[in-house]
């Protein structure tokens, strides 16, 4: 067993684990943060990705242990209240999503891509996504969705603009 | 305020914020009191006889509670499921598709949960442990000694039916399930003897994994004091899970309960009952507590039911001016290892002749077992195979006749004046403008400019082709469904359906239907399904029957439901019901009376609230203790008439040097009927579309020939498609109305996929053909068309190499 100590959505967690346990498995298992999801056991999906120390990564290749002492963000966190993320919201104004399994991970992954202003254009917004699986939408809704959130989130960006 | 109708607009989803904040609800997500968790032994064989399995080691490992097989199963008095592999006829409902067999009967072999002979296929599950935690579970499967006599494995439906060939099943001479000859075939042979010109190819189309995105998993529960099991598991129905779990396990279907939660994507194969399913349950009696299973991708690739995998030869015959004469089909079914599912052979088989006026049309079906994972429907389900025979032989035939390939299609296309009209196989068209569609999607795809943008590729190094698909579809799937509207006191019409989601945005929908009908705010709406606590009947979501049934109901209900209201007001108001108006879900009267559905209902119901309570894993009180007044109740059993149907061009880029290719653009023109809500079709088309593009390109479901060993099993070797492969896409939905059910809804959940692999090969073709290759070889590039099959397509020097 090993102490793992982390900070959650803002909230302080220390939890004992056993020492195999992946990062997905303390959020799902451990936390009972079931937004998050695992899509496959390759780490190709990308179902899984959290924010972690302001990186995306995904929480099946990453065990809980290397993590502690670190900042962990889901798609539980990212709302303000009742206020949706910029991402969740381009998601639904877009229909991103069908399912809703592999969402979480998309949107975690495209608040990476989105940290600061990132290029608009198809193959840059394609390679953004390469980690990430969705069986339902054909991508189309979702490369929109990133557009749609940089505009919200980068409003005075006339580059963003340029970009797509 | 005033409703403004919702029917045709592009609304949002109502259910996406619990989506996108994390909030859904899978299977794998739900935690009940108790829970213990199973793992299975899966065979490492693709046949083999089942010498002996020692449970002993994994008994005594550790957190170990129980580890099960086959004979406790049968020991324990359960029966094999009954999957009812031969569905519905498209036509005519009451009876089943494949009616003779010149085997003698079309065969239904009962699925054990875990076999008890032999083993069938790579990835069957052999035994079950059941331990206290995932880990341990796991950890003791591994211990599970199992003495296996290895038998020759045979994984191709042609293969299989040889004379020399392994036999799978003693009830299956000749690994045949049924084989039987559907239409005139003299006829067509006759036919065929006279015409100018007669095509033969063999098409193989490719074995596909479904790949939703959620692994599947499923909790077990049983009530000893009831004797009521509980099974709690993603599906596309749950009504068909109960009944097929009532059989075997030998109780009345009201001592089964299944629950359905958030479903993370269906596309067929969440239809069928599945083995682990059934074991959580009779586990969760063996042991007395509940019983969690919760599968990997790996387990996934090898025991997910799969789809297509098909071998079709067709003739087709032509006169001397491209005109159809004749079709003389043969189609090869691989079933898999169990008898599951007939459904793509009888759906493709009715569609055969697509939007073109043939004659005389006869194909002769084997349904073939062999050692793979079971086939099932997979979205399309026999359509998209058809399609690709079709339009691929109207390529051919244009090229051996010298005519355009468009001027082929328009002179067989069935006229719009033609309609309604009977097919060779049966089907009646109501509507649908081929002609129009055809050329609206060879206007919007730049067809006529194309040869420029040949000539530039070609100034780049790269062949580049463009290939046009026209289809339709037909109405097919469960033919029984019902809908009940309730209106509460509280403000909320419930709904309860017996179709549900798994990503179509059914909340969405059936709001804005039920909105339009009653005048009331989307947001007061409420849907229920998946739990056959509530819902008694229901087909399941499939064959886009949701909104073409389901829709029906919905309208119907809503007429009830004012009906009964407008009665009611009248007793209020005193006054004649006729003369009241409804508008925004309140009843007018002279005199500026008013009163709303709600009032109504509350005024209706002093005391008696129905039975809404949200899903929480128990069952709730019988409803009928308190029949609520504002109720409505709607079913239906049969067929209506409902052909989605349209056009769709490809243009595809390869590369020569490496055989990769570069789909560039696509057009797809879509007559789904009127579409509820355009944003939820367009992305059904687009998912639908990614499913076919990844077929056609990437998706090898590689099973070796000799071992039955599944080579691609995962998502680094299975090439399901990722955001760069999707084209840009120019998406245009059409309408032709349909009179045969009040929405005109014909639906749009197969569209995007079914003329894709069809215009995917011909745009390879006319690609292709430029080095020459059509010449050379007489055989199709094998599907998926993957930059190997293409080099080597390209670099061989006749079909041999291939």
Redesign the interface.
Same mark, same amino acid.
């Given at each position: 067993m090993i102490d793992v100590e982390l900070r959650v959505n803002g909230q302080q967690v220390r939890e004992s684990v056993p020492d195999q346990t992946l990062l997905i498995e303390f959020l799902r298992e451990t936390l009972g943060l079931t937004g998050t999801h695992v899509g496959c056991d390759t780490t190709q999906c990308g179902a899984c990705t959290v924010r972690l120390d302001g990186l995306a990564v995904k929480s099946c290749t990453v065990l809980a242990a290397q993590a502690s002492g670190g900042e962990v963000t889901t798609v539980e966190g990212l709302a303000r209240g009742d206020s949706l993320h910029p991402v969740q919201k381009a998601f639904v104004q877009c229909h991103g999503l069908q399912c809703g399994f592999c969402t979480p991970g998309m949107i975690m992954a495209i608040d990476f891509y989105l940290r600061e202003p990132a290029p608009l254009d198809r193959d840059s917004i394609c390679h953004g996504l390469e980690g990430n699986i969705c069986r339902c939408t054909g991508y189309i809704n979702i490369i929109e969705a990133v557009r749609h959130a940089s505009r919200e989130l980068y409003p005075n960006d006339a580059a963003t603009e340029e970009r797509s | 305020m005033s409703q403004a109708p919702l029917i045709g607009q592009p609304l949002? =989803?109502l259910?996406? !914020? =619990?989506?996108?904040?994390? =909030?859904? %609800?899978?299977t794998?997500?739900i935690r009940v009191d108790g829970q213990v968790y199973a793992a299975f032994l899966r065979s490492p064989h693709a046949h083999a006889m089942l010498v002996s399995i020692d449970t002993d080691a994994a008994r005594a490992a550790p957190g170990v509670i129980a580890v099960l097989t086959g004979a406790d199963y049968l020991q324990a008095g359960y029966r094999g499921i009954n999957h009812v592999p031969n569905p519905a006829d498209a036509i005519e409902h009451a009876r089943p598709a494949f009616m003779q067999s010149s085997t003698g009967e079309v065969l239904n072999i009962g699925h054990l949960p875990l076999p008890i002979d032999k083993v069938r296929y790579v990835g069957e599950a052999v035994a079950m442990v059941i331990a206290r935690t995932k *880990?341990e579970a796991r950890n003791a499967a591994e211990l599970i000694e199992v003495e296996y006599d290895a038998l020759d494995a045979v994984v191709d439906a042609i293969d299989a039916m040889q004379p020399d060939a392994p036999s799978l099943w003693d009830e299956a001479p000749g690994n045949l399930c049924f084989q039987t000859q559907i239409g005139d075939r003299d006829e067509a042979q006759r036919r065929l003897a006279d015409a100018h010109l007669v095509l033969k190819r063999e098409f193989r189309h490719s074995r596909v994994v479904n790949? !939703? /995105?959620?692994?599947r998993a499923a909790l077990g529960d049983y009530d000893e004091a009831s004797g009521t099991y509980t099974l709690i598991s993603g599906s596309q129905g749950a009504v068909r899970l109960k009944m097929a779990l009532a059989q075997a396990l030998q109780v009345p279907p009201e001592q089964v309960r299944v629950v359905c939660p958030?479903?993370?994507?269906?596309?067929g194969p969440r239809t069928f009952l599945y083995v682990e399913q059934l074991a959580v349950v009779w586990a969760a009696r063996a042991v007395g507590r509940p019983v969690k299973w919760t599968g990997? =991708? &790996?387990e996934a690739f090898l025991s997910d039911y799969q789809g297509r995998d098909a071998i079709i030869r067709a003739s087709i015959g032509f006169d001397r001016d491209g005109r159809i004469l004749a079709i003389d089909n043969e189609w090869f079914g691989n079933v898999g290892a169990h008898t599951v599912s007939y459904v793509p052979m009888s759906n493709g088989t009715r569609v055969m002749t697509t939007v073109y006026h043939v004659p005389v049309a006869a194909v002769h079906v084997s349904a073939v077992l062999t050692n793979t994972v079971p086939t099932v429907p997979y979205r399309g389900a026999g359509r998209p195979e058809s399609t690709h025979v079709m339009e691929r032989m109207l390529d051919l035939a244009a090229h051996a006749l010298g005519l355009d390939r468009i001027e082929i299609r328009r002179r067989n296309l069935i006229a719009h004046e033609a309609l309604p009209y009977r097919t060779a196989m049966g089907l009646t068209y109501d509507s649908g403008r081929f002609l129009d569609n055809m050329l609206r999607a060879v206007e919007v795809s730049g067809w006529h400019g194309f040869e420029t943008r040949r000539g530039e590729a070609l100034a780049r190094g790269k062949l580049r082709g463009i290939g046009l698909a026209n289809y339709v579809e037909s109405p097919v799937g469960a033919p029984r469904e019902r809908i009940e509207i309730t209106v509460l006191p509280d403000g909320i019409v419930d709904i309860v359906a017996g179709t549900q989601s798994?990503? !179509?945005?059914h909340e969405t929908t059936f709001a804005q239907v039920v909105s339009t009908c009653l005048g009331i705010s989307p947001g007061a709406i409420r849907l229920r399904t998946g739990d056959t606590a509530f819902v008694a009947v229901g087909g399941g979501s499939h064959s886009d029957r949701t909104m073409r049934l389901g829709g029906m109901l919905l309208v119907d209900c809503c007429t009830q439901i004012i009906e009964l209201a407008r009665q009611a007001a009248a007793q209020r108001f005193d006054c004649d019901p006729a003369s009241l108006q409804f508008a925004d879900g309140e009843f007018s009267a002279s005199g500026a009376r008013r009163i709303t559905l709600f009032d109504l209902a509350r005024t209706l119901q002093d005391t008696a609230v129905p039975a809404c309570a949200q899903l929480d894993d128990k069952p709730l009180p019988p409803r009928d203790a308190a029949p609520a007044r504002l109720f409505a109740r709607a079913e239906f059993t049969g067929r209506i008439p409902a052909h989605p149907t349209g056009s769709a061009v490809c243009e595809i880029e390869v590369d020569p040097d490496t055989g990769a290719t570069t789909v560039v653009n696509y057009t797809s023109i879509d007559d789904v009927g009127q579409p509820i809500n355009p944003?939820?079709v367009?992305?059904q088309v687009?998912?639908? *579309?990614? !499913?076919g593009l990844g077929q056609a390109l990437s998706e090898t479901c590689y099973v070796d020939r000799e071992t039955g060993q599944l080579m691609t099993g &995962?998502? +680094?070797d299975y090439g399901? +498609? %990722?955001?760069?492969g /999707?084209p840009? *896409?120019q998406l245009e939905l059409t309408e032709d109305p349909t009179t045969g059910n009040p929405l005109r809804v014909k639906g749009g959940g197969e569209s995007?996929i079914t003329p894709a692999t069809a215009t995917v090969f011909n745009a390879l073709a006319d690609a292709l053909d430029g080095m020459g290759t059509l010449e050379r070889h007489s055989a199709e590039l094998e599907m998926p068309a993957t930059p190997r099959v293409i080099w080597e397509y390209l670099h061989s020097e006749d079909d041999d190499a291939v």
């Open positions: - | 949002p =989803r259910e996406d !914020q =619990r989506f996108v904040t994390g =909030r859904g %609800r899978y794998d997500d *880990l790949c !939703q /995105m959620e692994p958030d479903t993370g994507g269906g596309f990997d =991708r &790996s798994t990503g !179509q945005g944003l939820i367009e992305g687009h998912g639908g *579309l990614a !499913q &995962s998502f +680094m399901v +498609m %990722r955001a760069a /999707m840009p *896409l995007g």
